[in-house]
Every structure is written in C-alpha cells, then in structure tokens.
C-alpha cells in the first residue's frame, strides 16, 4: 500500500467561488500547491468555479463564508477549527474581510499560522470602516498585490514593513497570448460585435461603475468624434443599472450610438483585446492592481492608463503604454488622437513587444504561484 506524504496542508478562506480576481487567485494557488505535493483545502460558499477547484486535486469545504452577520462568523469560527484540528493544517491564508473575522479566531483558537491577503484599495472614511478593514492586517504575513497597497497599509494601518510581502497578481500568458487566436475567430468576433472593417477599435473592458472612467471616455471621444474610431465597452452592466442607464443617455445625447457600443460581460476577452487598437483604463479613482493592464500588454495593445495607484507599477510610461491624468478630459482625447495619427507603426510594434516582455517578467501566474508558496514556507 503506497502511502503519500504531503507537505504543509494551507486552508484558504474566500466568501465564494464566482469568476473574478481573488477568487479565480485561489484556484491558481490550489492548483500549484497540490502540483507542489501540498495538502490544499478551500473554504467557500461555493460558486461557478467550484468544479473547477474539484478539478484541481483540492477539498472543498461548503461554509456560509460570505457573510457580515456577527452569529455567523461566530459560527463560522467554530467550523473552520475543526477543520483545521481534522486536517492538521499548518497555516490558513483568508483574501477577504468578512472571512477574515472568523479566520483570525480559527486561527488563534488552534494556534495556527494566519496569512492575509490585502487585495483591494478599501474605503476608509469613517473609524468603523477603518476597524472593519483592519482585520485583514492582523496576518502573520501580510501579501498586498502592489506596492501601492504596501505604503498605503504602512501609512494608514501602521503595518510593519518586515511583515508585507509584494505579489502583484498573475495571469496565464498561454491564455492572454496573441499568437493563440487564429484568424477565423478574429472574423467571428468581428461580426459578433459589430466591428466596422479598416477602423481603429478602442476596448474599454470594465465594470459600469462611475470610478472605472466611463464618463470620462465618452467626453473624450466626442472631442474626437470626426476622428474613425469604434469603441467598444464591455463588462457588468447589471450590478449598477442606473449608471449604465445614464451611460447610455450620455452616448445618445452625443449622438455616438454608431461610435461607442455596450456589451455585457464576456468570457471571451482574449479576442476582443486580439481585436482592439487602443485599451483603456481610465479609472478615476487609484485601484490597487488593475488585471486589464496587463492583460492588455500580455495581449500586445496599446494601453492608455490613470497614472494613480498601482499604475505607476505596470506600466512605464511611453514605453510598455500612456499614462494621462484621471479624470482629465483633454488629456485622454489627446492621447488617444497621437496614437491615432502620430504614434508610427515601428514605435507601435516596439510598444506593444516591451509591453508583452514586461508582463512576461513581472506579472506571469507563475510568479505569483511560486512566491506565494515562498511565503507559505516562511512560516
């Protein structure tokens, strides 16, 4: 009887198992750590990635980890250490604050080591948001996904710097590779979305929420609109209606209906990026790691950015893409006009190779994968 000897056994805590970047993160780290000869277990309220963690060689525990109510992440702390005595895991890494609470007490109650991951760029304005963020500080080791995060949680959550580990976010360059997308599904997706032939295709790939830049877009693009462009925005449209509403208003009242197209979410951005001249992402607020960014540039694109948050990282400026100003109207029309006539097709191509390269460097999932499993050996 052959017997397997595993190495750490690392329990990660999220609130579900949708197809978005913390999530879709965990999956990534399950995958490696059992290839690595890990014990991987995942705890969730379950989700459309859940078979996909199955496939992975990891266990999946079904745990209401989604929830705010105090009683339930009581509760939850209770499940989660029995977990954790019946498993014998090692360290419990949580990506999210409402799991965090009841992670912290898991943790604490069977003395194991707590690991947190501070993903995003959390409101802070009153003391009890402040105290509510905080929990996601309190890790053994803390990972932010940018050096951007890092000063922040440094500056505002008094984090010593001994005990943040930078690993910006990877993603599958097999998947985001140009060279994969043949020439009959570029044809295929050209009809799909409408896409004039012999015309410049700008790619804005974001949620209809007011901080991602929209509105800032569409002005920008009515400054140039005797300019041949055809602009495609694409992501949910169905969490904030009103706004998409009023996105939509703002393209009529232009009269920009034949220039600017909305579409849901897609599973299928490779290609629409494959299509695309220009990206953009023109957050108005500063983000702590922005995936289009270097999906873009793993896809060998144009890419026109806020030079706030962690863009200042991701791209360097006139080199791998653009930064503008956000929120800057002009900036933007201006920008996107040089690369429209100005910007040579030589200097284009150098662009978009360096843009590749530096992803291929920095921001690969294997990176990502192997310094989180850095990290797990630390403790």
């Not at 930064?323 to 920008?335: C, G, P, R, T, Y």
């Amino acid at each position: 009887m052959s017997i397997t000897y595993h190495k750490k056994t690392i329990l990660q805590v999220v609130p579900s198992l949708v197809n978005v970047g913390v999530e879709r993160s965990t999956i990534d780290i399950a995958n490696y750590l059992v290839q690595s000869g890990y014990k991987s277990l995942v705890a969730s309220s379950g989700g459309v990635l859940l078979e996909q963690l199955n496939n992975t060689g990891s266990t999946h525990y079904l745990v209401n980890t989604a929830s705010k109510n105090p009683f339930v992440i009581w509760y939850n702390h209770t499940i989660l250490s029995d977990i954790i005595k019946q498993q014998k895991v090692d360290i419990i890494h949580v990506r999210s604050r409402a799991p965090a609470f009841s992670s912290y007490l898991a943790a604490r109650k069977t003395k194991i080591k707590f690991i947190t991951t501070f993903h995003g760029f959390y409101n802070f304005s009153t003391l009890i948001k402040k105290m509510y963020n905080s929990i996601l500080v309190k890790g053994d080791i803390v990972i932010v996904v940018s050096n951007f995060v890092k000063d922040h949680i440094i500056k505002y959550y008094n984090v010593p710097e001994e005990k943040i580990r930078v690993i910006h976010r990877g993603i599958d360059l097999e998947y985001f590779n140009p060279k994969n997308i043949s020439q009959k599904k570029l044809e295929q997706y050209q009809a799909m979305y409408n896409i004039p032939k012999d015309t410049c295709v700008i790619l804005l790939p974001a949620k209809m929420t007011k901080r991602k830049g929209h509105e800032v877009v569409i002005e920008a693009l009515n400054a140039i609109k005797d300019y041949d462009f055809y602009c495609i925005m694409t992501g949910d449209i169905l969490s904030n209606r009103n706004f998409t509403n009023e996105i939509k208003k703002k393209i009529m009242h232009y009269k920009l209906q034949s220039k600017i197209q909305i579409f849901g979410s897609t599973a299928h951005l490779p290609e629409l990026y494959a299509l695309a001249d220009i990206v953009l992402c023109p957050s108005i607020e500063p983000e702590a790691f922005s995936r289009v960014i270097v999906e873009a540039q793993a896809m060998e694109k144009v890419i026109i950015a806020s030079n706030i948050g962690s863009t200042m990282e991701t791209i360097a400026d006139e080199v791998t893409g653009f930064h503008i100003n956000a929120s800057d109207v002009q900036d933007l029309s201006e920008k996107i006009k040089y690369v429209l006539l100005n910007l040579t097709s030589n200097k284009m191509q150098t662009m978009r190779k360096q843009a590749r390269q530096s992803t291929l460097l920095q921001f690969s999932l294997q990176q990502m994968q192997s310094k989180t499993l850095s990290v797990y050996n630390e403790l």
